[in-house]
């Protein structure tokens, strides 16, 4: 499962080498392995493991939660995003989205371990999460153009 941190994420088809390092087969390459679960990336291109140089440029971090197993991220346009607002966050029942509503194709909420919890159509702008476990939650707003912004918010 993948947990997005921060903006501009590009990377795809996500799998283990035969000596167990992790490589990327498109999109941004990794930068660090820690304790064999939690994995950074950046925008430095790396070819294989061994070629990996430390670097404080991490755009993401994926987390497994699975052995063997990270879900892919499709190579779209992800964003930290400046054009919709989340209220009220922290949220206890109902989350409201403001922004432009009629760019907005569908939404999806993943829970702190990357699963989906969450898909409604682009014409449901109030999102019920009474629900939910109290913890932080990924907004996941697809727009027109398969542009992905993400917006962070916290369920008490």
Not at 51 to 60: A, C
Not at 102 to 109: F, G, T, W
Request: charged content about 20%; proline content about 3%; glycine content about 6%.
């Amino acid at each position: 499962n993948i947990l997005w941190d921060t903006s501009y994420n590009f990377i795809s088809k996500l799998g283990t080498s035969d000596n167990g390092y992790y490589n990327d087969y498109g999109g941004f390459d990794l930068i660090e392995i820690k304790d064999n679960s939690l994995i950074t990336f950046g925008i430095n291109i790396y070819k294989s493991a061994s070629s990996f140089d430390r670097t404080s440029h991490n755009d993401g971090i994926l987390i497994k939660t699975k052995p063997g197993f990270i879900t892919n991220a499709n190579e779209s346009k992800l964003h930290k995003s400046n054009l919709y607002l989340l209220e009220p966050n922290p949220v206890i029942d109902e989350l409201h989205i403001k922004g432009d509503l009629c760019n907005i194709q569908s939404l999806r909420i993943f829970d702190f371990k990357g699963q989906l919890m969450l898909s409604v159509a682009k014409n449901d702008y109030s999102l019920s999460v009474c629900n939910f476990v109290p913890g932080l939650y990924i907004l996941h707003v697809v727009d027109m153009n398969k542009v992905i912004h993400k917006l962070k918010f916290v369920k008490i």
